[in-house]
């Protein structure tokens, strides 16, 4: 395995990308690996933060076919999946695809949709299938969900439910620009035909490589044990109601593996487990009380920080 590939591919990205977003290299990166693992991206912080351009510029940047879905309480799931029409001409029924049909799909404010709509998506996203009256279709490789959604907004949404959430690769919080990132983003505004003049930098091919090699990078025994001793204190505690399940497990081991060949290491290290589970995990455990997103996240980070790092000659 070549590391370098990975470094480059990273690099990439974050150049062209950040042609548009300012001060977001971290976001960026994060939406990489999920995508090199293989997973779906749910961005998720108050309006105006740039979700929806972050998703477009990405969408650009490694190309394949993008669609945008709008998702509001009127959204029917054959809106999404496509239907079964009576064509006159032929006298017969023919499959009419819906917008998941793609490589890239945007679901901007997804938990304005109910739940019926919003279950449409969950074979979709964990079988990369879709079946309508019976007959199931492939969705192109790759397919991937960049979804977007208010966490403090309340009225006209309807709350993802946990196998929804527990889908999503990572939940990302963009956060507030800087004060001088802000005055960079009202020059660059200025410009509205950035995101047009975005460039595909990547192949299909180029990513194709990269799925099929970052299940080289291994760990030591120690550090398995270490992260599983975080999945474990996920289930543990009065405020615990629901902990981090065995998907959640594989998913933060993939991304650990993708984190460190991006740099440069062949093997994972316990700084990589910390850095990943704030994001792969966050979503996936409730607590007793309110789970806003911060309080989730800072309940992710004491869990980490509550278990000892173990010490290893590398």
Same mark, same amino acid.
């Given at each position: 395995?070549?590391?370098?590939?990975?470094?480059?591919?990273?690099?990439?990205?974050?150049?062209?990308?950040?042609?548009?977003?300012?001060?977001?290299?971290?976001?960026?990166?994060?939406?990489?690996?999920?995508?090199?693992?293989?997973?779906?991206?749910?961005?998720?912080?108050?309006?105006?933060?740039?979700?929806?351009?972050?998703?477009?510029?990405?969408?650009?940047?490694?190309?394949?076919?993008?669609?945008?879905?709008?998702?509001?309480?009127?959204?029917?799931?054959?809106?999404?999946?496509?239907?079964?029409?009576?064509?006159?001409?032929?006298?017969?029924?023919?499959?009419?695809?819906?917008?998941?049909?793609?490589?890239?799909?945007?679901?901007?404010?997804?938990?304005?949709?109910?739940?019926?709509?919003?279950?449409?998506?969950?074979?979709?996203?964990?079988?990369?299938?879709?079946?309508?009256? +019976?007959?199931?279709?492939?969705? !192109? $490789?790759?397919?991937?969900?960049? =979804? #977007?959604?208010?966490?403090?907004?309340?009225?006209? *949404?309807?709350?993802?439910?946990?196998?929804?959430?527990?889908?999503?690769?990572?939940?990302?919080?963009?956060?507030?620009?800087?004060?001088?990132?802000?005055?960079?983003?009202?020059?660059?505004?200025?410009?509205?035909?950035?995101?047009?003049?975005?460039?595909?930098?990547?192949?299909?091919?180029?990513?194709?490589?990269?799925?099929?090699?970052?299940?080289?990078?291994?760990?030591?025994?120690?550090?398995?044990?270490?992260?599983?001793?975080?999945?474990?204190?996920?289930?543990?505690?009065?405020?615990?109601?629901?902990?981090?399940?065995?998907?959640?497990?594989?998913?933060?081991?993939?991304?650990?593996?993708?984190?460190?060949?991006?740099? +440069?290491?062949?093997?994972?290290? !316990? $700084?990589?487990?910390?850095?990943? =589970? #704030?994001?792969?995990?966050?979503?996936?455990?409730? *607590?007793?009380?309110?789970?806003?997103?911060?309080?989730?996240?800072?309940?992710?980070?004491?869990?980490?920080?509550?278990?000892?790092?173990?010490?290893?000659?590398?």
């Amino acid at each position: 395995m070549e590391t370098k590939n990975f470094i480059n591919f990273r690099k990439k990205i974050i150049d062209n990308v950040s042609k548009v977003i300012v001060g977001k290299d971290e976001v960026i990166e994060l939406v990489t690996i999920s995508v090199i693992c293989g997973g779906h991206v749910l961005l998720e912080d108050v309006p105006g933060i740039g979700k929806t351009v972050l998703v477009k510029a990405f969408s650009k940047t490694i190309g394949g076919d993008f669609k945008r879905i709008q998702f509001t309480p009127d959204l029917l799931p054959s809106d999404l999946t496509g239907i079964n029409f009576y064509n006159q001409k032929t006298g017969d029924f023919q499959f009419k695809e819906g917008p998941l049909f793609t490589s890239v799909v945007l679901a901007d404010e997804i938990n304005r949709a109910t739940p019926r709509t919003q279950s449409s998506l969950l074979e979709a996203m964990e079988e990369r299938q879709i079946t309508v009256d +019976g007959v199931t279709r492939k969705l !192109p $490789e790759p397919f991937i969900v960049l =979804a #977007t959604q208010n966490p403090v907004e309340s009225y006209g *949404t309807f709350p993802l439910p946990e196998a929804q959430l527990d889908r999503f690769f990572m939940r990302i919080g963009m956060g507030y620009p800087t004060r001088e990132e802000e005055l960079e983003i009202i020059n660059r505004n200025m410009n509205t035909s950035l995101i047009d003049s975005l460039q595909c930098v990547v192949d299909k091919e180029e990513l194709s490589a990269l799925k099929n090699s970052y299940s080289e990078v291994k760990a030591s025994p120690e550090v398995m044990a270490y992260m599983m001793d975080i999945i474990e204190a996920t289930r543990k505690g009065d405020r615990v109601l629901l902990g981090v399940s065995p998907r959640g497990t594989i998913a933060l081991f993939k991304a650990c593996q993708v984190n460190a060949a991006m740099n +440069g290491r062949d093997f994972i290290i !316990p $700084e990589d487990i910390k850095k990943m =589970a #704030t994001y792969v995990l966050n979503h996936r455990i409730i *607590t007793k009380g309110v789970n806003k997103s911060k309080s989730i996240y800072e309940n992710i980070n004491s869990i980490i920080n509550s278990v000892d790092t173990p010490v290893e000659d590398l």
